[in-house]
């Protein structure tokens, strides 16, 4: 994989922890603790914001404390660098499964939008792209996705709490959502996140089209970068973002606690 540059990551790093904010957070000597009653382990796991002061030592039975008061289990996540090894030797001996191996892919805003207006412009097309409110889009995603009810307040939750430019998007066909995503404008990097299709309607360009299109959005709003992040072993969706002039930029993991 090729390693983007530290800065580049911070960067990246930022935007995402923007675009997917936690009702709770807590700073602790270079990494933020963050709380979200449990939906999402990005929303409810340690990260590292900037090179650290305190060990592996003292942070992990802060932080497990922290989880635990509010029943809900510890869990870390880290950036594959050789900073991160410590903590992640730590967390292993204390007998933290790794889950979720994940890889941050990135795209020129310009290359990832390529032939975005052409099929904008193709109002006679069955499937239209279109902006939708949050309550509407989110009605779509849990369709789409088939996501358990019970975590739809949640989701809400972070999804209202964003504070930079959102956009809601979705394909539709006779007024039926087939693909739907969700993107987030954090100066010049847009990120794209919750991008599902309609299980009978996969392997059909659905979720190209809809990532060009949202691309789109981004850049005529200034963006010049895209990112996204797909599980490791997600091989078909990790060579859709391929076609689509996405490449690996870095990759990172999360540790999660045994159940006590």
Request: aromatic content about 8%; proline content about 5%.
């Amino acid at each position: 994989m090729r390693r983007m540059d530290e800065n580049e990551i911070d960067e990246i790093e930022a935007a995402a922890l923007n675009a997917w904010p936690a009702a709770q957070q807590y700073l602790l000597d270079g990494y933020v603790v963050r709380l979200a009653q449990g939906y999402t382990k990005r929303a409810n796991s340690v990260n590292r914001l900037r090179p650290p002061r305190i060990a592996p030592a003292e942070l992990v039975p802060l932080c497990e404390d922290l989880y635990r008061a509010r029943g809900l289990p510890p869990i870390f996540r880290l950036i594959d660098s050789a900073e991160s090894a410590a903590l992640d030797r730590f967390l292993a001996q204390r007998g933290y499964q790794m889950l979720d191996q994940t890889v941050v892919m990135t795209c020129a805003a310009a290359d990832a939008a390529d032939g975005a207006a052409a099929l904008q412009g193709a109002s006679a097309a069955p499937v239209q792209f279109v902006q939708m409110e949050l309550d509407g889009w989110l009605d779509a995603y849990m369709q789409l996705s088939q996501a358990a009810p019970h975590t739809r307040a949640a989701h809400r939750a972070i999804l209202q709490a964003i504070v930079p430019p959102r956009l809601f998007a979705a394909l539709v066909v006779d007024g039926e959502p087939l693909a739907c995503g969700m993107g987030v404008l954090d100066r010049r990097r847009f990120g794209l996140f919750d991008i599902v299709t309609h299980a009978a309607h996969r392997r059909q360009g659905l979720g190209g089209r809809l990532v060009r299109q949202m691309a789109g959005w981004a850049q005529e709003r200034g963006a010049a970068t895209c990112y996204l992040q797909v599980v490791e072993r997600n091989s078909t969706a990790r060579s859709l973002y391929a076609r689509l002039g996405f490449t690996d930029a870095y990759g990172y993991w999360y540790r999660i606690a045994a159940p006590k």
